[in-house]
């Protein structure tokens, strides 16, 4: 898989919407996942294959991905979102990860 | 419920093999749609996939340390295996082993590994 980038870091304010992006060449053609890593912790999946949430991922944890971009987005941002957010994408087997995006919330 | 543990040395010297064993429990190893993959993580660093194998034995590695790495699965004992060769410094990480197949949803809670004579 070919390399993929998030900015390294994003701020919300409380209650606001998070955006992170992912981008890569083609990536709107593989899966792509996102997880959740706070200091300390194992990464958490959050989304998965695009846009679905595994069990137990609260609703306001959402995902897309079109063209050479990814996005998750994180709606009514909680304090508790506060971390580093990593995308995955995955491709015949191989898997690439990117740089990670640290979300402050304000 | 399926739980994954890391095991292995913490120390390893330059130059010699860096072995970690995924103990699975809980579940099955041997199940058809699984990959089980190993990730690791430098300190402050981003995670860095090294590797998946399939249930069939059918492996995948990361370009950059394909020629260092090795995976194999033992369905029977129900864990499976990292080495990677002639480590140095730079191979310093947190390892993890989780399951696949696409995304990795289960983890284990990773384990340190120090390069240093």
């Known amino acids: 898989s070919s390399e993929v980038t998030q900015p390294p870091s994003v701020s919300v304010s409380l209650g606001q919407t998070a955006s992170i992006s992912c981008s890569g060449d083609?990536?709107?053609?593989?899966?792509v996942c996102w997880y959740q890593q706070k200091p300390g912790q194992s990464p958490l999946l959050v989304i998965y294959?695009?846009?679905k949430r595994p069990s137990g991922i609260p609703e306001r944890f959402s995902g897309s991905n079109s063209g050479n971009t990814a996005t998750l987005t994180i709606s009514g941002t909680q304090a508790m979102d506060e971390a580093d957010y990593y995308c995955?994408?995955?491709?015949?087997?191989?898997?690439?990860f990117g740089g990670g995006t640290k979300l402050t919330v304000l | 419920q399926l739980q994954l543990q890391e095991s292995g040395p913490g120390l390893v010297k330059p130059s010699e093999t860096l072995s970690l064993t995924c103990t699975v429990s809980?579940?099955?190893?041997?199940?058809?749609?699984?990959?089980w993959g190993w990730i690791r993580q430098p300190p402050g660093m981003r995670l860095e996939w090294i590797g998946s194998?399939?249930?069939?034995?059918?492996?995948y590695y990361s370009l950059s340390l394909k020629s260092r790495v090795t995976i194999s699965l033992d369905t029977s004992k129900k864990y499976f295996s990292l080495k990677l060769r002639s480590v140095t410094a730079a191979d310093t990480a947190v390892y993890y082993c989780?399951?696949?197949?696409?995304?990795?949803?289960?983890w284990g809670r990773g384990t340190v590994v120090t390069v240093s004579s």
């Open positions: 294959q695009d846009r």
């Open positions: 809980g579940g099955s190893i041997s199940g058809t749609g699984y990959y």
């Open positions: 194998i399939y249930y069939d034995g059918s492996t």
């Open positions: 995955q994408a995955w491709d015949s087997g191989s898997v690439v």
């Open positions: 083609k990536l709107g053609d593989k899966y």
């Open positions: 989780a399951r696949g197949p696409d995304a990795f949803d289960i």
